[in-house]
């Protein structure tokens, strides 16, 4: 069972302290260095000069936006944005002779880097049901073969397509419009594990689920939090916007369980100061909060500014804004007046003086931001911790003015543009009357399943065939133990993907392997070369153009693939004009102008340098909410009980890994080498436990049901997390995850507060010798 490790894991751990700066010099040599090792130096120009520039590549690496254009630096990228684009560009292939060597069952041991290592995947393949290989098949069949178990049905709704964040504006749109003509809404993504709890709780409040913030914004921003992220490894340019902030007079206010390195100082790589200096120190205030302790440390923060107003009447609190755009103030400040300090105390772990001294930065700034990602997110009471921020924002009106509002940032470079486009099981009516008027058919009205109601369906025999267009949803998903057996229940499950990784071997009874052009590669379709579109976390929608030869000449793009499995499932089914959609891209854009809000004459705008911005209604003084205004909301909720010798365990990502995907074993800026199966640990609580550091543990989950879940052998590494707290490395700790730990409303996984215990490892590991 590859949940527990093997060979391949075998430890050199080494540990160093963890770095107090991000991303200088050995940053981008890390980067160049990684990119020589995989391709060549003419293709490492072509697709690093190319990256973020007007009619270049749309970097892979995460969706923080470029500068406009005329702004944009020579190299517009930062070291873990030249990672993934290095990682698509590689040179290795894998051929048919590659699965003729490795069944489908050893490989299921591999190690996820050692499947991503392998390279490019290279014609369709697939394993027929008792078959332990896969083996060659023609696009024709590999489709028809898709098609004919999607007809074989008893019903649309036994199907299930999930989308990853990497797919563009244009093969989303035709994906969700294949899936609701075939007859579901059955459209779980990846946005269902990473911001579906920001989506509802700005949605409930403020009337949209995106964020405010543009990055003229964080410019003019006094006061800029940043929640719950660790933006020097996963979001790096955003240190250089922090860093501008910072020049123009801005105060940055971390919160995080973590000293991660990007919100200590910055190194800026694109300037000799940034270099050789000592770089621009970020937070000026840290609050090492314990995890899920978010919601009582806004909570409080409220409640101080209530308790200012009251002492200096009129002067804290933006009345005009509150009297004329907002409702609900008065049972939420009567909520947050019964706030009890030794509750909040004990759920964040800091002092009151800490958060007294965060009021007062807060008093002194007109203008505030509060930047967030998976810290608040990922835990049950993550859509009440949002929401509380939101009337934290209210409270000063610091949404709709320059400078000040919600910053959900997001993960994937297009997660935001896919749900505009359609990718979502519970897409509102209006979507659906346009897709009816547009195309002619009466699209599904019954919502459909997101990522952990399909699980629960598979295990249930409900859904029988699923189709993941990229991604790797038995990695991304929780209970790996349990995913995994639901999905091998499935009788057909078929990926459309650049890279080999645990969901082409974690399979049904038949398997497909429907390998397609990555970003950084020419797309040439029968009407001429293609590009396509995307839109990031500050709803900027631009053009994706690659420049590389495509990996093999046997790759299809995704549109090819989805529009071609479109008609041969559909055949004269609708007036969907499935071959101009795939000869030209523009096609699908005009009926997305049609269909799509703010997408009027999208041809000719996403000509335009550095394309367009979606207007945010918030923006412009309007609260689309059912009473037209922003809604002050009562939360409860409360961190897990964590008993005695237990602890909470977050699970979150290295410096080098892309999600799913290591690239190495190590985590430089934490100071953690040559393992990844590692568990850092307060040393307080390893003296309290009578572990030292490069013990080997297992870690063994604790949830209300008696399945035993158990991450085998980690070794422990002391860090400076709060006590009674633990950090380890996603996706190897997913198996801990139950998978009905889920966020209320928002059904997100809980993976960033599992209850867990440490035991001795019971077995021996492997070492390398
Ligand atoms: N290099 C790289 N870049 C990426 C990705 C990648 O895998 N690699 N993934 C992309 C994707 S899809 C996403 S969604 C983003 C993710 O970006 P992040 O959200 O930065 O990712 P995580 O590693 O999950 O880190 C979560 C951070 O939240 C903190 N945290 C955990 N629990 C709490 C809590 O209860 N309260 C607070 N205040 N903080 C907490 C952790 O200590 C950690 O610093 O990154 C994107 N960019
Ligand atoms: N425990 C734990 N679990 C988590 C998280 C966590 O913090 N903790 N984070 C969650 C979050 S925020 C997210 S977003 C999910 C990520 O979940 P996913 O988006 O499902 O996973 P990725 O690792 O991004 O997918 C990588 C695969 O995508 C394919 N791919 C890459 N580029 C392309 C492309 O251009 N086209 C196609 N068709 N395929 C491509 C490759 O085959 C590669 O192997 O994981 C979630 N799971
Ligand atoms: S910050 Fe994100 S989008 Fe920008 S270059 Fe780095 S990885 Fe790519
Ligand atoms: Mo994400």
């Known amino acids: 069972m590859r949940n527990a490790p093997n060979e391949e894991d075998a430890s050199d751990l080494s540990v160093s302290p963890p770095k107090d700066w991000a991303t200088g010099v050995p940053a981008v040599a890390h980067a160049i260095g990684y990119s020589l090792e995989q391709t060549s130096p003419r293709r490492t120009a072509l697709t690093l000069l190319n990256m973020n520039q007007i009619s270049g590549i749309d970097c892979p690496g995460c969706a923080w936006p470029d500068p406009a254009p005329g702004h944009r630096a020579k190299n517009e990228y930062c070291e873990n944005g030249a990672k993934h684009i290095n990682d698509e560009a590689t040179s290795r292939r894998i051929t048919p002779d590659f699965f003729r060597r490795h069944s489908v069952s050893e490989l299921a041991e591999r190690s996820d880097l050692w499947l991503n290592q392998q390279g490019r995947l290279t014609e369709p393949m697939v394993k027929r049901a008792g078959s332990d290989y896969y083996e060659s098949i023609s696009w024709r069949d590999a489709l028809e073969l898709l098609a004919t178990e999607l007809n074989s049905l008893d019903s649309p709704d036994e199907a299930a397509f999930y989308t990853s964040g990497r797919v563009s504006n244009e093969a989303a749109f035709t994906l969700q419009l294949f899936a609701r003509a075939f007859g579901t809404n059955n459209l779980p993504d990846c ?47 955003q240190l250089t916007a922090l860093e501008r902030a910072k020049l123009n007079g801005a105060r940055i206010v971390a919160v995080n369980p973590l000293p991660e390195a990007g919100l200590r100082r910055f190194k800026n790589p ?36 209530l ?46 003086e800490e958060i007294t001294a965060v009021r007062d930065e807060v008093l ?39 400078g000040t509002g919600a910053c959900p940032v997001r993960g994937h470079s297009n997660v935001q543009g896919d749900r505009t486009m359609g990718i979502w099981e519970q897409m509102p009516d209006e979507f659906l009357d346009a897709l009816q008027r547009e195309f002619g058919f009466d699209p599904p009205r019954e919502h459909g399943l997101d990522s952990v109601n399909t699980i629960r369906a598979m295990r249930e025999g409900r859904i029988k065939v699923f189709l993941g267009v990229a991604g790797n949803f038995v990695r991304a998903t929780p209970d790996s133990d349990v995913t995994e057996a639901a999905l091998r229940r499935c009788r057909l499950t078929a990926q459309i993907s650049t890279k080999l990784n645990r969901s082409h071997v974690v399979c049904g009874e038949t398997a497909l392997i429907l390998p397609t052009l990555g970003r950084t590669e020419r797309d040439i379709q029968d009407r001429g070369e293609q590009f396509v579109t995307v839109e990031d976390s500050m709803s900027e929608v631009h053009r994706s153009r690659g420049r590389l030869e495509p990996a093999s000449p046997l790759l299809l793009s995704e549109v090819s ?12 089914r609708g007036e969907i004009p499935w071959e101009s959609f795939e000869a030209d891209y523009g096609t699908i854009r005009d009926r997305v102008s049609r269909v799509v809000p703010g997408f009027h004459d999208y041809n000719r705008r996403v000509e335009e340098p550095g394309g367009f911005r979606l207007t945010n209604p918030v923006n412009e003084g309007i609260f689309p909410t059912s009473t037209g205004t922003a809604h002050f909301t009562v939360n409860h909720g409360a961190a897990p009980d964590v008993p005695n010798g237990h602890l909470m365990l977050q699970t979150l990502r290295s410096h080098d890994q892309w999600n799913t995907i290591p690239y190495t074993n190590d985590d430089r800026y934490r100071g953690i080498h040559g393992d990844r199966r ?92």
């Not at 000026?284 to 101080?304: E, H």
């Not at 200012?308 to 755009?325: A, C, K, M, N, Y």
């Not at 209850?755 to 490892?761: F, H, L, P, Q, W």
Request: a negative charge; glycine letters at 8%.
């Open 678 to 769: 590692v568990v850092m640990v307060n040393q307080d609580d390893l003296t309290e436990l009578g572990l030292s550091e490069g013990d080997r543990v297992d870690l063994v989950g604790v949830w209300s049901d008696d399945i035993d879940r158990r991450a085998p052998g980690f070794r422990v590494v002391p860090y400076p997390t709060p006590k009674g707290c633990a950090a380890a490395y996603y996706p190897e700790t997913n198996v801990l995850v139950p998978l009905d730990s889920v966020a209320e409303i928002s059904n997100q996984p809980a993976f960033k507060s599992v209850v867990i215990r440490m035991e001795k490892a019971q077995v021996a590991h492997p070492s390398r010798t």
């Open 364 to 402: 002194h700034s007109d203008r505030v931001i509060v930047c967030w990602a998976m810290g608040l997110t990922q835990h049950r009471y993550a859509v009440p911790t949002i929401r509380e921020i939101v009337n934290f924002l209210l409270l000063r009106g610091n949404l709709g003015r320059t």
């Open 307 to 352: 308790e200012s107003e009251e002492s200096r009447p009129g002067t804290v609190l933006d009345w005009d804004f509150i009297r004329s755009s907002t409702s609900g103030f008065e049972a939420f400040a009567e909520h947050v007046a019964a706030t009890d300090w030794d509750e909040v105390l004990a759920q964040t772990g800091l002092t009151r």
């Open 270 to 305: 694109q300037k000799v100061r940034g270099v050789l200096g000592p770089g621009v120190e970020i937070a000026d205030r840290l609050l090492q909060i314990r995890p899920s302790g978010d919601l009582a440390l806004f909570r409080a923060l409220n409640r101080l500014l």
């Open 561 to 572: 693939i989805l529009s071609r499995l479109a008609r041969k499932t559909l055949g004269d």
């Open 191 to 237: 946005s269902n594990l990473c911001h579906e709890s920001s989506g509802f709780a700005l949605h409930e409040t403020i009337g949209t689920g995106k964020g405010t913030v543009s990055l003229l914004d964080i410019e003019h921003a006094d006061l800029i939090f940043v929640v719950g992220q660790n933006p020097g490894s996963n979001h790096p340019r």
